[in-house]
C-alpha cells in the first residue's frame, strides 16, 4: 500500500536532528511521497534544503502562511512569488485566513490570500487552503477570484456537516484530513461518513496533530496509517480500497501518479 501525505512541515525545526529516521519510517510505513507546504519567506531555504536532501521522496509548495502576513504583505509576496516563479512547485500553499488567534489583519490576510488565488488560476496550480475560524471568509474569497479557474484542498478540515456541505458546493476543492479524525470528542465520525468518496485527501500536518495513540508527542508522516485505518473504519469500507480511492484523488488534485 502506497499513500500520499499532502500537508506536512517537515522542514522545521523539530526535525533537525532525525530527519533521515523521520523519512526511513515513513517509507517503511507506506509513504510514497509528502507534500510540504512553505510558511512564510523566513522558511524558504529550509523547505529547499530539505526538498534537495530527498528530491524523490519531498514535493514542495509555495505560499505565504496567514498567520506570517503583515502589514507589509505586498513586499512578503513579491519574495514569495519571485521564488514560485523561479522553481517547480506543486502547489501554492500554505495559504489562507486565519482569524482564531488575532483578527486585527483580518484585510492584510483576505488580501493576500486573494492575491495568491490569482497566482493558482495563472499557473494552474492549486492551492493547500488554512482556514481556521475562517471558513466564510476564504469561500466568499474564492468566489470573488473565480471559482472555476481555482481548485485546491482545504487543509486540516475538522468541521461540523454544514461546514463541509458549504465546501463541497465547490466543485473542485477537497478536504485534507487529518490526525484529528482519530480524536474521540472530534465529531468527525458523524461528519465524514457524508463525505463523497472522490473529495478527500489525507495529510498529517506534521509536527501537529498527532493522531491517537500517539496524541500528545510530535506527529510524524509515518502515522498516515492511523488516519487511513480511521477513514476505513467510517466509511465502512478495506483500507486497501479507502487508500486506492484517496490515492485517486491525489492524482487528480496534484497531477501525481501513485497507484
Not at 512541515?9 to 511521497?33: P, T, Y
Not at 529550509?46 to 513586499?75: A, C, N, R
Amino acid at each position: 500500500m502506497m499513500m500520499v501525505d499532502t500537508h506536512a512541515h517537515i522542514f522545521a525545526e523539530e526535525f533537525k536532528n532525525d530527519l533521515s529516521e523521520v523519512v526511513l519510517r515513513a517509507m517503511d510505513a507506506g509513504v510514497k511521497k509528502i507534500l510540504l507546504p512553505n510558511v512564510d519567506e523566513s522558511s524558504i531555504n529550509d523547505l529547499k534544503s530539505t526538498v534537495e536532501l530527498y528530491p524523490d521522496f519531498f514535493i514542495p509548495m509555495m505560499g505565504l502562511h496567514p498567520t506570517s502576513v503583515s502589514t507589509d504583505w505586498k513586499q512578503q509576496l513579491d519574495i514569495i512569488y519571485k521564488e514560485l516563479d523561479s522553481s517547480d512547485y506543486i502547489a501554492v500553499g500554505e495559504i489562507g485566513v486565519d482569524l482564531y488567534w488575532d483578527k486585527s489583519l483580518q484585510t492584510e490576510q483576505i488580501n493576500a490570500f486573494e492575491e495568491q488565488l490569482k497566482w493558482s488560476a495563472e499557473k494552474d496550480l492549486p492551492v493547500s487552503i488554512h482556514f481556521r475560524n475562517a471558513t466564510k471568509e476564504v469561500i466568499n474569497s474564492i468566489k470573488r477570484v473565480g471559482e472555476e479557474s481555482l481548485r485546491g484542498v482545504f487543509h486540516s478540515f475538522g468541521g461540523s456537516k454544514d461546514e463541509l456541505d458549504n465546501i463541497l458546493q465547490l466543485n473542485n476543492f477537497m478536504i485534507g484530513v487529518n490526525g484529528v479524525v482519530t480524536y474521540k470528542n472530534s465529531g468527525m465520525t458523524e461528519t465524514l461518513i457524508h463525505c463523497p468518496k472522490d473529495r478527500l485527501v489525507m495529510e498529517t500536518d506534521s509536527p501537529y496533530l498527532t493522531p491517537v495513540p500517539y496524541r500528545g508527542k510530535r506527529n510524524e508522516s509515518s502515522y498516515l496509517c492511523y488516519i487511513v485505518n480511521k477513514i476505513s473504519e467510517i466509511w465502512g469500507l478495506e483500507v486497501i480500497e479507502v487508500n486506492r480511492l484517496i490515492n485517486q484523488n491525489v492524482n487528480k488534485m496534484f497531477g501525481l501518479n501513485i497507484i
